[in-house]
Every structure is written in C-alpha cells, then in structure tokens.
C-alpha cells in the first residue's frame, strides 16, 4: 500500500484547508486511516481517524482538533479527507496520513503504512 498525502500549504489563523490522502491497494477501502501530525519539537501525534464497518463506520478526533476538523473518506476513489478550518497557529505541522492494521487508533504503532507527509503552515 502506498499513500500519497496532499493538500497542505500556508494560511491565516481562521482559514482552512482539506488533506487529502490517497491510497493504491484493496486494503485501504475496509481498514481504519488516521491522520497524525509532527509540530517542529514534538512527537508525532494523533489527529483523527475513521473505521470502516459493514454498518457504516466511526470516527474520532483529538479533543484539540473537535469542532474544527472533519475527516471522511471516498472509497470509490481510495481517498481520505481531512477538512481543516478554523485553523490556529497551534495546528503548524507536518501532517502524515496512515493504515491501521491493529490495535487503538490512537497510537503510531498500530499504523502499517504510512505517507510522505504535507507541511501545514499557519500563521498569526
């Protein structure tokens, strides 16, 4: 599986921005993908995730980002969005897209694959 993360840039404390994260391979459409992201000096940490189950699915969200982050996915076309808005400069970093392949959501190590990264800047 490989993915390919995209989407981020430079805005204005307020503004938004969408990621997208878009995978090859089968395993993408049934498995749970989470968004992390690397502020400069800080341990990769969790952003949101959402799951797939044959009754619909979850999702879940750092308590930082609730209320202004949405993440939904598209399986016909193998991609994962992360709707960023009202952005403040707290939320500058660099932001990675993954497959969970076992265990909590909210831990890197229960993530297989992983992409590039996309750099999110937001300023004051």
């Known amino acids: 599986v490989q993915l390919q993360a995209s989407g981020g840039g430079l805005v204005q404390a307020g503004g938004s921005l969408r990621l997208s994260c878009t995978a090859s391979g089968r395993i993408f459409s049934t498995s749970g993908i989470g968004w992390f992201r690397r502020a400069p000096g800080k341990e990769r940490a969790f952003v949101a995730q959402?799951?797939?189950?044959?009754?619909?699915?979850?999702?879940d969200y750092a308590d930082s980002v609730k209320g202004r982050f949405t993440i939904s996915r598209d399986n016909a076309k193998n991609t994962v969005y992360l709707q960023m808005n009202s952005l403040k400069p707290e939320d500058t970093a660099v932001y990675y897209c993954?497959?969970?392949?076992?265990?909590?959501?909210?831990?890197?190590?229960?993530?297989?694959?992983w992409g590039q990264g996309t750099q999110v800047t937001v300023s004051s």
């Open positions: 959402t799951n797939w189950s044959w009754n619909g699915g979850s999702t």
């Open positions: 993954a497959v969970r392949t076992g265990g909590s959501y909210y831990h890197t190590s229960s993530y297989t694959f």
